[in-house]
């Protein structure tokens, strides 16, 4: 037998007091951790996998409260104990990393002095070499020069730096469990793998035992030794990784992993098993070619040539207004000379990272933001003759839509689903009256919104329902280019399947060209025949979806792909049922 | 810390700009102002031709545009005019019954922030708890009772009934003599030359009016502490900060307050100018000599030169706080100046 888990959670049961009375958030979930075991915890949003981890932290929110089960760390019980008693045991024994992490560091205090806090608080340090440790863990977690990096502030370290300093202060105090809340959402998939590496290190060098919760199957697959996948509350399965991969168990296992773009999965793969509980109208999958092949030469819809964007740079390092700036460079080009075409019907990835211009193409592309230099002819028209806000007035408006990345922020919370379709119509089509009830009903049908939502606002409907609205809006005008900006990204995995099924069907029913602007190189495959992959606003490589994923040239378009955790379930698989595809389901 | 000392610069040279407008308002204003002033100076026994002298005394009869440059002349030259009412130069007046205007304000925001930042923290730290209640209730208060109605009540209250209050008649009770100048702060010069008993006699007179001033400012710094507050406790970095143990003490004072003092901050200085302008009444109804009373005089006597030395002195003031404020604000923060 394993000696003496670490963390024991036995029948845990979480209830919530909302205005609707109360909720379960958790309902007897069972969970051990060994020592120096790496457990995953996976799931969907709201399956109570951050819950557990809050609660066995003690750091739940006042509206909730365990009603049942147990939580024990190393024999000391966690739930019922005295706050005082639980705040000595965090940091020390138990610290945890958040997602966000830039929010999740004081804003005003040098990030220096948030590790001293900690070293000071639990007696690690005495006012005298408080500094010198804390120099001494940035030194730890790979930060550059960090005796100056000790007075610097959240707002002027990256995303990846911030997330360093926070495995900092959660490691400055040596505890025995890290808990990762999602510690890499919102990072850059390069800055995602080194601090994923960087945490494996540090904790298999101490022999930490790490939660690792995450949305992720991939991230999970690449970086846990046992996985256990939870869905509205309660645990559904737990396995060591390679059972659970090679032999998922419970069908929502199945679809979570079916549902994960892989490196070989094909479009129809995403939803073959089917799904119990999404409540919209079902999407019949596409019966698309499994690979896409480059449409015989068709005429250009859209050229782009020697685009150039510059910005002012803000940190130009004059002091004085009237002074001229120390450094030669007082403009940032977001966008350094890209030219590329698109044909009509297809669809193009733009695929980079953080800062690499995709979003400022995009914006030029969409006519939101005047270009430096360069053009863009849409249709045979130099749409970039006009400026920005003349264009919004041009009929070609009409023809170039967007649909974006955040389904709730780009709704307007007052409009309901029927009013955020008929915008367009009512502005740039001219219907009104039962020609524009007729129009609406139509386009929610095409993707599959059923109609008794229509009257529905933002808030009242799911993160994927948002999505159809977003997309039914976007297609309302009929416009021949949708530019898609990381359209999925912030949606669940097994919505995000649904999403990019419809759009693909959108596709091929309206003939639409597509502009895809993805950070997710395997999302991208699935929905597109081209990919420009950019970097520091220039092109790196361009080529067949395929091939560029498949046999990158450039060392950057290497790095980018090796760094995706890829969920190759086939991986764990025995030989010989490798081929085999995932069973259809009955419909 | 040398870009910091250059942001405080640049913060500076910006208050150039707002001081030039009010120089141009003040003149403007007072111009518009119906009524002649050469009438009222010449007096009301005089005919055409004296009016006509006085006008020419006064420059009034040249354009407008050497007016103003002669305005501005004097104002370099600290010469605001003479008062019609008193007789005595402008700044000389505003000289001698600012200083009673300042104690009395920061009296009364000194007692509001003493009140209401606690009170907020508080009621933020424990929402829906009695204090919660309390702090709403006196929000409540602050904002829809009129400072005149409240200075009344607690003359009425502690003067009329208990007794306790001495006779809301300015700033001293006539049987003591003024501290000697040094500040202009009855309470301070009084402590500075060691008189404990003009002391206790200078603060019973300003204890009426600067509460009836604090409670008017009370509730909106209540209001901003309790909501900063609520914000910084559900941010992100509190929670780190709990998640690694620290204390309550520094997660609720290094972590919470420092961030939510930032807003609170920023509204201290509208707070200040909306207490410059309830001053006026409050000075009226407790007879204190400050430049509200002064103002409401000269108001109602057409006597523009003291009405444009008030506008000019408050609008420098306000102008004065809100730069002193954003320094501060730009010293605490370090975001600031680099999105500015």
């Not at chain 1, 998939?189 to 590496?197: F, G, I, L, P, S």
């Not at chain 1, 995403?270 to 068709?298: K, N």
């Not at chain 2, 707002?18 to 009524?35: H, Y």
Request: proline share 6%; hydrophobic share 45%.
């Amino acid at each position: 037998m394993a000696p003496r888990p670490i963390l024991t959670v036995d029948g845990l049961s979480v209830e919530f007091r909302t205005r609707n009375g109360t909720v379960r958030a958790l309902e007897s979930v069972d969970l051990t951790v060994a020592k120096g075991e790496v457990l995953g915890i996976v799931g969907e949003s709201g399956s109570g996998k951050s819950v557990t981890a809050y609660t066995v932290i003690g750091l739940l929110d006042k509206a909730g409260r365990p009603v049942a089960g147990s939580a024990e760390y190393d024999g000391v019980p966690l739930i019922g104990t005295r706050e005082k008693d639980l705040a000595d045991l965090r940091g020390r024994e138990i610290s945890m990393i958040f997602q966000n992490p830039r929010a999740a560091l004081n804003p005003i205090r040098p990030v220096g002095k948030q590790i001293e806090d900690v070293l000071l608080r639990h007696n690690q340090a005495t006012r005298q070499d408080a500094k010198e440790k804390a120099i001494a863990m940035l030194e730890k977690v790979r930060i550059v020069d960090p005796p100056l990096r000790y007075w610097s502030y959240p707002y002027e370290l990256s995303g990846g730096m911030c997330q360093r300093v926070m495995i900092a202060i959660a490691l400055a105090c040596n505890p025995r469990l890290l808990i990762a809340d999602e510690p890499t959402t919102g990072l850059d998939v390069t800055t995602q793998k080194a601090t994923m590496d960087l945490v494996q290190e540090l904790t298999r060098a101490s022999g930490m035992s790490v939660i690792l919760i995450t949305h992720d199957l991939g991230m999970a697959a690449a970086y846990c030794d046992r996985i256990v996948v939870m869905r509205k509350g309660e645990i559904v399965e737990a396995a060591p990784v390679a059972q659970l991969f090679a032999d998922p168990k419970h069908p929502y296992t199945q679809k979570l992993i079916a549902a994960s773009p892989g490196p070989n999965s094909k479009l129809s793969d995403l939803t073959a098993v089917p799904d119990e509980m999404e409540d919209a109208a079902p999407v019949q999958a596409p019966d698309a070619p499994p690979v896409r092949v480059m449409p015989p030469s068709r005429a250009p819809l859209m050229e782009v040539t020697n685009l150039v964007k510059e910005f002012p740079r803000r940190d130009a390092k004059s002091v004085w207004p009237w002074q001229k700036s120390e450094t030669a460079d007082t403009v940032f080009r977001a966008v350094d000379d890209i030219s590329f075409s698109l044909s009509r019907g297809e669809s193009l990835g733009l695929v980079g990272e953080s800062g690499c211009g995709k979003s400022t193409t995009s914006s030029i592309v969409t006519r939101l933001l005047d270009p430096t230099a360069g053009s863009v002819f849409f249709d045979g028209e130099d749409i970039t003759a006009f400026r920005a806000a003349k264009f919004a007035r041009l009929p070609q408006r009409r023809k170039i839509q967007m649909v974006f990345q955040d389904p709730t922020d780009s709704l307007n919370p007052r409009f309901s689903s029927a009013d955020s379709i008929s915008d367009p119509l009512r502005r740039m089509v001219g219907l009104s009256g039962a020609a524009l009830t007729k129009r609406v009903e139509e386009l929610s049908d095409m993707v599959g919104l059923p109609r008794h939502l229509l009257t529905r606002f933002p808030h009242q409907l799911s993160g994927g329902q948002k999505a159809r609205v977003g997309i039914a809006r976007a297609i309302a005008a009929d416009p021949m280019l949708l530019v898609l900006d990381e359209p999925t990204s912030a949606l669940d995995v097994s919505v995000q399947a649904v999403v990019l099924q419809l759009l693909d069907r959108l596709k091929q029913e309206l003939g639409m060209s597509y502009i895809f602007v993805s950070h997710d190189l395997n999302v991208v495959r699935l929905l597109c025949e081209r990919v420009i992959v950019m970097n520091k606003g220039k092109i790196v490589e361009t080529g067949t979806a395929e091939d560029v994923l498949t046999r990158p040239q450039q060392d950057y378009t290497k790095t980018l792909i090796a760094a995706i955790p890829q969920l190759d379930p086939a991986r764990w698989r025995p030989p010989q049922t490798a081929a085999a595809p995932v069973p259809k389901a009955a419909e | 810390m040398r870009t910091k000392l250059a942001q405080v610069g640049r913060r500076l040279l910006q208050a150039v700009p707002s001081v030039i407008g009010i120089i141009v308002i003040s003149f403007a204003l007072t111009r518009a102002l119906p009524g002649d002033p050469a009438v009222y100076f010449a007096g009301a026994m005089a005919d055409e031709k004296s009016i006509a002298e006085v006008r020419v005394a006064l420059g009034l009869d040249r354009s407008w545009i050497e007016q103003f440059f002669i305005y501005v002349g004097n104002l370099f030259s600290g010469n605001l005019g003479v008062s019609l009412n008193t007789g005595r130069p402008v700044l000389t007046e505003l000289m001698t019954r600012l200083p009673a205007s300042l104690e009395l304000t920061f009296t009364g925001l000194g007692i509001a922030i003493l009140i209401a930042v606690p009170l907020g923290v508080l009621a933020a730290v424990r929402p829906g708890s009695w204090i919660d209640h309390m702090c709403r209730v006196l929000v409540t208060a602050g904002v829809s009772l009129p400072t005149f109605f409240t200075g009344l009540f607690l003359i009425y209250l502690f003067y009329y009934l208990l007794g306790l209050a001495p006779s809301p008649l300015g700033r001293l009770d006539i049987l003591f003599f003024p501290p000697e100048h040094v500040t202009g702060f009855y309470t301070l010069d009084s402590l500075i030359a060691g008189d404990g008993e003009t002391f206790v006699a200078a603060l019973k007179q300003i204890v009426l009016p600067a509460l009836t001033l604090g409670l008017f400012a009370l509730a909106p710094i209540a209001r901003m502490t309790r909501a900063a507050m609520l914000n910084a406790l559900a941010s992100d970095f509190v929670r780190t900060a709990r998640a690694n143990g620290l204390s309550s003490a520094t997660v609720l004072g290094t972590y919470a307050f420092r961030n939510a003092a930032l807003p609170v901050l920023t509204t201290l200085g509208m707070v200040f100018s909306f207490l410059l302008g309830a001053n006026v009444l409050v000075e009226k109804v407790f007879s204190w000599p400050g430049i509200g009373s002064f103002a409401i005089e000269a108001l109602i006597a057409s006597d523009y030169a003291a009405v444009q030395g008030f506008v000019l002195s408050m609008a420098l003031l306000f102008v004065l706080v809100n730069l002193a404020i954003d320094t501060l604000l730009t010293l605490i923060d370090p975001r600031i100046g680099l999105d500015g």
